[in-house]
């Protein structure tokens, strides 16, 4: 199994415009997480899908961010309009469900808006 | 509600030497608890979990943690450390949400540093 898959690896943008992270979670894996790094704030949990489904998104900053999971095999997190305080490593992750599987974490983004 | 303390913010030892890096747990009901790994821009990578089997729990690359449901912790040891070692590290506890599946708590992070 390749694992999670994030795309792109790094990316930079400037302020106003749209940025659109990828990942394709484990075969099999019924849920998905997006999770926000920084220095300030460590890892913070953005959102997390159960079969496609969107079931807490109290962790999205403000509703310039949006996720969506079209298929089980595919996830997005789109920033629209981007701003400097949006930068961070952004990571997605999938488990099954069950007891004790933990996350597998994919390598993450590295956003910089400039 | 379920959390998770890391008690150093950043730990270094000498190569060669034992590793203890602290947590402490909060939660509700019988936690899995976790500890992951966070190489220099690298994703956090599984290192080993307890799920209410044996409390003396093995992990990857010579790491182990211990329940100890009494005092509420999840230290993380190794007998000698390698250059190899150095990263983040994540202690993280789990409850079982009310969908059924664990919602995982995120410590802080401890910083390992390995000193030649």
């Known amino acids: 199994d390749a694992g999670v898959i994030q795309s792109p690896r790094h990316e930079v943008t400037e302020m106003g415009q749209e940025v659109t992270l990828r990942c394709k979670p484990i075969?099999?894996?019924?849920?998905l997480f997006w999770y926000r790094q920084t220095m300030m704030r460590g890892l913070e949990l953005l959102i997390y899908?159960?079969?496609?489904?969107?079931?807490?998104d109290s962790g999205m900053p403000e509703d310039r961010f949006s996720a969506k999971m079209p298929n089980a095999s595919f996830s997005t997190l789109k920033i629209q309009p981007s701003e400097p305080r949006d930068s961070a490593v952004y990571f997605c992750a999938s488990t099954r469900q069950g007891r004790g599987y933990g996350y597998t974490f994919g390598s993450g983004t590295r956003l910089t808006v400039v | 509600a379920q959390s998770v303390t890391q008690l150093d913010s950043h730990v270094s030892v000498s190569e060669g030497t034992p590793v203890l890096l602290r947590c402490n747990y909060s939660s509700s009901y019988s936690p899995s608890l976790f500890w992951y790994v966070q190489h220099p821009n690298k994703g956090l990578q599984l290192l080993l979990k307890?799920?209410?089997?044996?409390?003396l729990v093995k992990g990857i690359n010579g790491f182990e943690a211990e329940f100890k449901k009494s005092e509420t912790s999840f230290h993380l040891t190794k007998p000698s450390a390698h250059m190899s070692d150095a990263a983040e590290y994540f202690c993280?506890?789990?409850?079982?949400?009310?969908?059924?599946?664990?919602?995982?708590?995120f410590g802080t992070g401890t910083r390992l540093t390995i000193i030649p």
């Open positions: 993280v506890v789990s409850d079982r949400g009310s969908f059924g599946n664990e919602k995982l708590t």
């Open positions: 307890y799920t209410s089997a044996a409390t």
């Open positions: 899908f159960n079969n496609n489904v969107p079931i807490d």
């Open positions: 075969s099999g894996h019924d849920y």
